[in-house]
C-alpha cells in the first residue's frame, strides 16, 4: 500500500489509541484498588452500556477479517460462522446470563464453586478459562498481524512481530491501569467505532450493485472461480466425511462456547441486577446480529469485487478481504477514495483487536488471580493482594498470547476463534449446567467435568491437520497428526458432559441438598446475590 494508506491509518489508529489510553488514565487515577472495582468495574454500568461493552467484547477481528475471509474464499460454507456465533448468544440468553449473575461474583468459577468444595473446582476452572483466554487472544494477535503486513506493503516477519509485541503491550497498560471500568469503556467506543465502519462499507457494497443482492451473489460466483457451487454448501466442508464432521464439529463449537467464554461470563458482573444482566444480553443480540448480517454482505461483496484469487494471493487465509474491499469501493489502489476508506478499516480493526484483546486479558487474569492464587494462597491472598497479582498475570498472559501468535501467523483468524470456542464448550459449559441445573453434580464430577472436556480439546487440536502435516499447519514441515478434524467439538463436547456425569456416578461425597437449595433459590430469585 501507498505512503498514503499508512500515513493515514497509522493517524487514525494513534487517535484511538491516545483516546482509549485518555479513558484509561482517567480511570486509573479514580480507582480505589478495590477488588469489586478492578474485576467488575464497581457493578455501576447500565443495561445499554453493558450490551454496548458485551458486544464490543463479542464482535473481535476474527468476525471483522476473518468471517468476511472465510466467506469471500468459500461462500455459503463460510456463512456458519455468522450464523454460528449469532446463534450462540440464544444459549447465554436463555441458559445462563441471570442464573450467572445472580450466583457468581467475578468469575467462572465463583458460579460452580458455590455448591462444591472450592480448592479443587477454582483450580480446574481457573485452568480452563486462562486456556481458553489464550487460544483466544492468538486470533487477535493473528488479524493484527495480517493486517500491518498489509497496511506497510510488506509481509516482513519483523514488522509482524512487533506488531504482535506492541499490540500485547497495549493491552497489557489497558488491564494493569484501568481495570474492568476501562476496559468497559475502550469496548463501548469500540462498539460505536465498528458498528459505524461496517454500516459504511455495507451501503457502499449494496450501493454499487444498486441494492440487487441477487447481482452482488451473482458477481460473487462469477469471480469466485469456483461457479455455482460456491453459493451452494460443500466448497470447504463437502469433500468428504471428514470434512462433513469438520462442518458438524466447528458448528457445535459455535453455538455452544459462546456460554463458556471466560471474557463474556465475566460480564454479567458488571450491572447491579440480574434483570440489568439479561437486558445486556438483549442489547448485544440486536448489535451483534446486526453486525454478522453485514459481514455476510461484505464477504460476497469482496468475493464480487476483488475477486477470490485476489484475496488469497493478499493473505491464504482471507484476513485481508475487507481491507482490499475497502480499497476497491474507495476508487481502487492509489486513489484518494481508496486510501480514506483503507485508512478507516485499518483503523477500525486495529480498535477492534486492542478492545477485544484488553477484555480478554482481564478475564484470565482475574482467573489467575481470584481461582488460583486465591485457592494456593488461602491464608495470605486478600482483595488487594488479588489484583497486585492480576496485574502481574496479564504481563505474562500476554507474552504466552504473543508467542503463539507469532507461531499461528498464517491460519484464519475466525478459525483459530474456533478452536477457542471448541475448548470453551468442552470444559466449560459441561460444568456450569450441570452446577445451575443438577441436583446431584459433586465436587469430583465439576472436577472430571472440567479436565474431561479440556485435556482431550487441547490434545486433540495439537494432534490435528491445524498444528502439523499440511502447508497451512502450524509446523508444516512435520506431520505427527493422526486426528482427522480440524475442531475438536463433536468430540470433546460430549467427553466433557459424559466426564462430568462419571465423575458424579462414581464420588463417595454426597451431595450437599442444602447448598443445592440455597444456589437454586439465589439463581433464579437474585437472593442473596451480590
Request: hydrophobic share 55%; charged share 10%.
Amino acid at each position: 500500500m501507498n505512503g498514503g494508506h499508512q500515513t493515514l491509518a497509522l493517524l487514525l489508529f494513534s487517535a484511538f489509541v491516545a483516546v482509549t489510553l485518555g479513558i484509561t488514565t482517567w480511570v486509573g487515577r479514580n480507582r480505589h484498588g478495590s477488588a469489586e472495582e478492578f474485576y467488575a468495574g464497581g457493578r455501576l454500568f447500565s443495561p445499554m452500556e453493558n450490551g454496548f461493552a458485551i458486544a464490543g467484547d463479542y464482535m473481535s477481528a476474527a468476525s471483522f477479517l476473518g468471517i468476511s475471509g472465510v466467506i469471500a474464499l468459500f461462500g455459503y460454507d463460510g456463512m456458519l460462522y455468522s450464523v454460528g456465533f449469532l446463534v450462540g448468544w440464544l444459549v447465554v440468553l436463555l441458559l445462563v446470563a441471570e442464573l450467572v449473575r445472580n450466583c457468581g461474583r467475578f468469575t467462572l468459577a465463583d458460579v460452580v464453586a458455590a455448591r462444591m468444595r472450592e480448592r479443587p473446582v477454582r483450580i480446574a476452572v481457573g485452568t480452563s478459562s486462562v486456556t481458553v483466554s489464550v487460544l483466544y487472544l492468538v486470533a487477535q494477535m493473528v488479524g493484527a498481524g495480517s493486517l500491518v503486513a498489509l497496511l506497510l506493503g510488506g509481509t516482513s516477519e519483523v514488522t509482524r512481530a512487533w506488531t504482535v509485541i506492541g499490540v500485547g503491550a497495549l493491552m497489557v497498560v489497558y488491564v494493569s491501569l484501568g481495570g474492568m471500568r476501562a476496559t468497559t469503556w475502550i469496548q463501548i467506543v469500540k462498539a460505536v467505532v465498528l458498528m459505524a465502519g461496517s454500516v459504511a462499507l455495507t451501503v457502499l457494497v449494496l450501493v454499487r450493485f444498486r441494492f440487487d443482492v441477487n447481482d452482488l451473489l451473482n458477481t460473487a460466483v462469477a469471480h469466485s472461480g469456483h461457479g455455482a457451487r460456491f453459493l451452494a454448501p460443500g466448497l470447504r466442508y463437502g469433500g468428504d466425511w471428514t470434512a462433513r464432521l469438520d462442518f458438524i464439529s466447528l458448528g457445535l463449537a459455535l453455538v455452544l462456547g459462546t456460554a463458556g467464554l471466560p471474557h463474556i461470563l465475566s460480564r454479567f458482573y458488571t450491572v447491579p441486577t440480574a434483570r440489568a444482566a439479561r437486558r445486556s444480553v438483549v442489547w448485544s443480540i440486536g448489535l451483534i446480529g446486526s453486525f454478522y448480517l453485514m459481514t455476510i454482505v461484505l464477504g460476497f461483496g469482496a468475493a464480487a469485487l476483488v475477486g477470490s484469487d485476489a484475496v488469497r494471493t493478499s493473505n491464504a487465509a482471507g484476513n485481508t478481504a475487507v481491507a482490499l474491499l475497502a480499497v476497491d469501493l474507495g476508487g481502487g489502489a492509489g486513489s484518494t477514495g481508496g486510501t480514506i476508506l483503507f485508512a478507516v478499516v485499518a483503523a477500525v480493526a486495529f480498535a477492534t483487536i486492542l478492545a477485544v484483546v484488553a477484555g480478554i486479558t482481564l478475564a484470565s487474569s482475574a482467573s489467575v488471580a481470584h481461582d488460583l492464587y486465591a485457592s494456593l494462597r488461602r491464608e495470605r491472598a486478600t482483595p488487594r493482594s488479588e489484583v497486585a497479582v492480576a496485574r502481574v498475570a496479564a504481563t505474562g498472559i500476554g507474552a504466552v498470547a504473543i508467542a503463539l501468535g507469532l507461531l499461528a501467523q498464517d491460519l484464519n483468524v475466525a478459525f483459530l476463534v474456533g478452536l477457542a470456542f471448541a475448548v470453551a464448550a468442552s470444559a466449560n459449559l459441561p460444568v456450569l449446567l450441570y452446577s445451575l441445573f443438577w441436583r446431584n453434580f459433586t465436587t469430583r464430577g465439576a472436577v472430571w467435568s472440567v479436565y474431561g472436556g479440556l485435556i482431550p480439546a487441547v490434545v486433540l487440536v495439537v494432534l490435528s491437520p491445524v498444528v502439523s502435516g499440511g502447508p497451512t499447519a502450524i509446523f508444516p514441515g512435520v506431520d505427527f497428526h493422526v486426528f482427522p478434524l480440524d475442531n475438536p467439538g463433536l468430540v470433546s463436547v460430549p467427553l466433557g458432559f459424559l466426564a462430568g456425569w462419571a465423575g458424579t456416578v462414581a464420588s463417595s461425597e454426597p451431595p450437599d441438598e442444602a447448598k443445592h437449595a440455597e444456589t437454586e433459590v439465589r439463581s433464579l430469585t437474585g437472593a442473596g446475590a451480590v
